[in-house]
């Protein structure tokens, strides 16, 4: 039997994330990953830091949870490790008293805001380290980060250089799960969630949870085959600017505008999976205006839009649902699957246009999972039909078109 925990089905809940790139590359333009530039030490200097700003900024745009670049590909650790001299710790900023990670977590906890971190398991100069010397280093530095922060929900490991380096997996998840048992896992090793397989932040569809194997890294186009199915539900990451991961002076005019913003959450959250936008905040350690102005925005109109139900009557038939109501103009269905490893495969949304006569079919989709947000032309009708490949525990609501 595929096992299913309580934790990634608040995972799915969480809905909307902010990924926060932010570290010593954000002070090095035009640094590249991979590039093996050295970047100095004393290029760190956030005096104006406000993790505070960034946690509220997304708490009011409606994300549950928060991601923070804690080390990249480059090895720099944005905390006072004590197993790297490359760290905050040797930088000018509050002469090496600080710890971004620590201000990032509390102003999590202060928001009640859900904390990921994110930890490259690959870094520069790590081929030239045995295994054992470089998975201690690894595990030394992921309890750093497990023991002295508090609750921390969601480990964000990438892919992205970990393609041919072999590590004593079995030592490093005994490490994590010891240190924190109810901690989510990002696509790896023993994972609790999984990559969706592009940085565009869109699912495919159908967009199944029970999967046999994983997309693995940007540079390896080949699915990884995991030793049994696992019930794993998507999270969809992407920039918020177009190349742009950290922070450039030189790409503000990319910023996506809210009506790609509103296509990648249908694309995301619309079929059944987490959206997770990336904000690089800049030099002085806060949100670049562009940023924070759209994602504000964004959660605005997500509120707008999905917050004016019609009151139906929702009858069950079988493997149909029926939905009626006065005659309205209606434009959306939203459908909530039992979560279960029995997935629904096909469904068609019907919908009655007079008082007579068969229904028009206006929606056919695949999966629905934690939600399947169904779009369509503006029709008027008082009973909607939705009908599934099979017998299952569905919720729905039918949404008002909202006139512009």
């Known amino acids: 039997m595929i096992n299913i925990k309580k934790e990634q089905l608040d995972f799915l809940n969480w809905e909307f ?10 002070f090095n333009e035009g640094h590249k990953d991979w590039d093996m ?27 549950k949870y928060a991601v923070l670049i804690c080390k990249h590909h480059d090895g720099f650790a944005n905390w006072p490790s004590a197993y790297t001299d490359y760290s905050v710790k040797n930088t000018p900023w509050k002469d090496g008293k600080g710890d971004v990670v ?21 870094q520069f100069g790590s081929v030239n380290m045995n295994g054992k010397e470089y998975d201690d280093y690894f595990i030394n530095q992921i309890r750093e980060l497990l023991t002295n922060y508090g609750e921390i929900s969601y480990l964000w490991f990438d892919g992205c250089g970990s393609e041919n380096h072999n590590y004593d997996t079995e030592r490093i998840v005994a490490a994590i799960r010891e240190c924190q048992p109810n901690i989510l896992l990002f696509n790896m090793w023993d994972p609790d969630t999984r990559w969706i397989g592009n940085e565009a932040g869109v699912a495919h569809s159908p967009n199944k949870s029970v999967v046999s194997a994983l997309d693995f890294s940007i540079n390896d186009d080949k699915k990884r085959a995991l030793e049994e199915s696992l019930f794993l539900p ?29 296509g990648l959450y249908y694309y995301s959250v619309g079929r059944g999976a987490n959206l997770l936008i990336n904000i690089g905040p800049d030099r002085r350690g806060k949100l670049p205006a562009e940023d924070k102005e759209a994602i504000i925005k964004f959660g605005q109109r997500i509120r707008e839009d999905f917050s004016n139900f019609i009151d139906s009557k929702i009858t069950n038939e079988d493997n149909k649902l029926i939905l009626e109501q006065d005659l309205q103009l209606v434009n959306h269905v939203i459908l909530e699957e039992e979560i279960s490893t029995d997935e629904i495969e096909n469904f068609e949304i019907f919908a009655y246009p007079y008082p007579y006569g068969a229904p028009i079919s206006v929606f056919r989709g695949t999966t629905i999972g934690h939600k399947a947000i169904c779009f369509f032309p503006a029709i008027n009708t008082t009973k909607l039909e939705i009908v599934f490949d099979r017998t299952k525990k569905v919720k729905a609501a039918a949404k008002f078109i909202k006139m512009y």
Request: aromatic share 14%; with cysteine; hydrophobic share 35%.
């Open 17 to 26: 994330g902010v990924f926060f790139h932010f570290g010593i590359r954000t």
């Open 37 to 63: 530039d050295h970047m100095e030490l004393s290029t760190f200097n956030p005096t104006e830091l406000d993790c505070d700003e960034w946690i509220k900024t997304i708490k009011d745009a409606g994300a």
């Open 102 to 122: 620590r201000e990032f977590v509390d102003a999590c906890h202060k928001y009640d805001m859900k904390v990921g971190l994110y930890y490259s398991p690959a």
């Open 234 to 262: 998507g999270e969809c990451d992407c920039r918020m600017r177009l190349e742009n991961w950290f922070y450039s002076d030189f790409d503000a005019h990319t910023v996506k505008s809210l009506d790609e913003l509103m």
